[in-house]
């Protein structure tokens, strides 16, 4: 669910060049994804999926509680039809 999280981050920054894993040398994006209040590498995903890394709790407690309140939400279907689509023009 974290290995999920991290992959649907925003992109804040994107960099030229790719990072390395320092643990096993393969590239490892180039990009640092966010959520509005934290911000990691794209890579990181990488060592929790692949290496087994932990993250702090304080950022797996907020995570699972944004994940929550989307869960929560109620879709705005009224927004949604009021935006058309390419087949009604
Ligand atoms: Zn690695």
């Known amino acids: 669910m974290i290995a ?3 992959r649907c981050g ?3 920054r994107a960099f030229g060049g ?3 894993c320092r643990l096993c040398d393969c ?3 180039a990009l640092e994804r966010s959520d509005g209040v934290w911000y990691w590498p794209d890579g990181l995903v990488h ?3 692949e290496h087994h890394v932990r ?3 304080e950022f797996v407690d907020h995570a699972l509680e944004y994940l929550d309140r989307l869960g929560d939400a109620e879709a705005d279907l009224d927004w949604w039809r ?3 689509s390419s ?3």
Do not use: A, C, K, M
């Open 4 to 6: 999920d999280y991290l």
């Open 10 to 12: 925003f992109i804040y």
């Open 18 to 20: 790719l990072s390395t």
């Open 27 to 29: 590239q490892n994006g």
């Open 47 to 49: 060592y929790v999926t």
């Open 55 to 57: 993250l702090p709790p």
């Open 82 to 84: 009021s935006q058309g």
């Open 87 to 89: 087949r009604d023009g």
